[in-house]
């Protein structure tokens, strides 16, 4: 019965994670098509609160797949290391672009470039690793026997193209709720097209998966059909509010309504196919780990999603309500200007110039940044010696000695960065400004 726990774990946290990086996902991909520099600024300001606490629920999916069910974990990655590794490459420049788009002086429309692209590469390749696994992979006795490119069917494909145009969804539907103004209004436009996209993407990947599953779906049982038959109906009456909600108060009504349309998709999903999570025979109890590992898995991650959905509800709730850009910041970029006139921009930049510089709020005083340094590369040591522990004879290199050599030697290249900064004047925040 633990396995079936475990199980609901890992439907759990990617049901989150479909919902939750789905949007912003969807509001960069939104962005390639948007030619307005100060709607794209607009939508990146707008996830950069909250893009990395969503990415987590992929983490906790893939710690609980990993603890949970190792045959499944075991069975899948091999056989889709590509797309997976494209896909985190896709994460780091998109991490860079959102952050570098928000605070580089320059280069504004190739972050923003870079933000969209990675943004659609991800997606994509989600779908490819989400197509190929429905369809099954080549397998034996928990072990991968297929091909580097099996993961490249016309399925996943079909798959790859159908949860962008769901995560384009989520992005307009969040961006109806969280802005104003123009943007606010293109969402409500473009978010009747994209619900009718989906419906024909999810009508395609459900008549496609009957052919592209190797295994036969159970249908005769009573319980299965009325469980999916209540899934798909749940999911058509969320559609059809999202519908009648794009364009129309509350603004808050379509985000909700395709939240619905997408966990009574993921439901419905199961219900067809479970207990078989790779096709064509690897059931959940078949792939399960042993009942002490399950219990640590239940103890250990299980406790670790209630703080984790409390930090995305505080996130919520500390930016609740519409998003508008700040005033100084448009008037101070110069790629911003489609709104404001050189003479706001000259005025703009005389206060700044005359404006008081507060200091942010994590610049304490030097003994504090060298503490909180010090502490970091202790935890680093900590880090390396419990890898140690884990791997015993795997990784001998890494003795105490290895040890005590990279602490000491990234802890002197650290001060001797420090000293160099600020023989140079980079503390110098009110230089900095300038």
């Known amino acids: 019965m633990l396995e079936y726990t475990s199980y609901a774990l890992v439907l759990f946290a990617l049901g989150a994670y479909l919902l939750l990086d789905g949007y912003d996902l969807g509001i960069g991909i ?25 990415e987590s629920w992929l983490i906790l999916a893939g710690v609980a ?26 994460f780091v420049l998109r991490g860079a672009a959102i952050e570098l788009q928000s605070a580089a002086p320059g280069y504004l429309r190739g972050w923003g470039l870079v933000f969209g692209l990675s943004s659609l590469v991800a997606s994509l390749c989600q779908g490819l690793v989400a197509g190929a696994v429905l369809s099954g992979l080549p397998h034996r006795g928990g072990v991968f026997t297929g091909d580097t490119f099996d993961w490249f069917t016309p399925y996943s494909v079909l798959c790859a193209l159908g949860l962008a145009a769901v995560h384009l969804l989520a992005g307009a539907a969040w961006l109806q709720d969280k802005t104003v103004g123009t943007a606010h209004h293109r969402a409500g436009l473009l978010g009747r097209p ?26 005769d049982e009573p319980l299965r059909t009325t469980l999916f038959g209540l899934a798909v ?39 067809a196919t479970a207990p078989v999570v790779v096709p064509p025979n690897l059931t959940v109890h078949a792939a399960a780990s042993p009942h002490g590992s399950q219990l640590f898995l239940l103890i250990g991650v299980g406790g670790c ?7 995305n509800i505080y996130a919520w709730w500390v930016f609740r309500g519409k998003f508008t850009q700040p005033a100084a910041l448009t008037d101070q970029s110069p790629a911003l200007t489609d709104s404001v006139g050189p003479s706001d921009i000259t005025a703009a930049e005389e206060h700044t ?6 200091r942010a709020p994590g610049d304490g005083p030097r003994a504090a940044v060298v503490v909180r340094r010090v502490l970091v590369t202790l935890l680093a040591v900590a880090a390396a010696a419990v ?21 000491v030697t990234a802890l ?19 230089a900095a400004e300038r």
């Open 30 to 54: 939104l962005s390639l098509f948007d030619r307005s520099d100060r709607r794209r600024k607009e939508y990146n300001e707008l996830i950069a609160t909250a893009w990395d606490a969503n």
């Open 65 to 90: 797949l990993w603890a949970g069910l190792p045959g499944v974990y075991a069975t899948v990655l091999p056989g889709v290391y590509l797309p997976l590794v494209v896909m985190l490459l896709a």
């Open 194 to 219: 994209l619900l009718l996209t989906v419906a024909a993407a999810g009508v395609v990947l459900a008549l496609g998966l009957s052919l592209a599953d190797p295994q036969r779906f159970r249908f």
């Open 412 to 430: 002197a290249v650290w001060i001797r960065s420090d000293r160099r900064s600020a023989s140079a004047g980079e503390f110098d925040l009110r």
């Open 387 to 407: 890898s140690q522990d884990i791997f015993g004879g795997v990784a001998t290199w890494i003795d105490p000695t290895g040890i005590a050599v990279f602490s």
């Open 353 to 358: 110039a005359d404006a008081p510089v507060s």
């Open 233 to 271: 109906a749940a999911a058509m009456v969320c559609g059809a509010i999202a519908w009648y909600g794009f364009g129309r108060r509350p603004d808050w009504r379509p985000f909700a309504a395709v939240a619905g349309v997408e966990a009574a998709g993921l439901l419905a999903l199961v219900a």
């Open 305 to 311: 999603m209630p703080v984790v959905l409390a930090y």
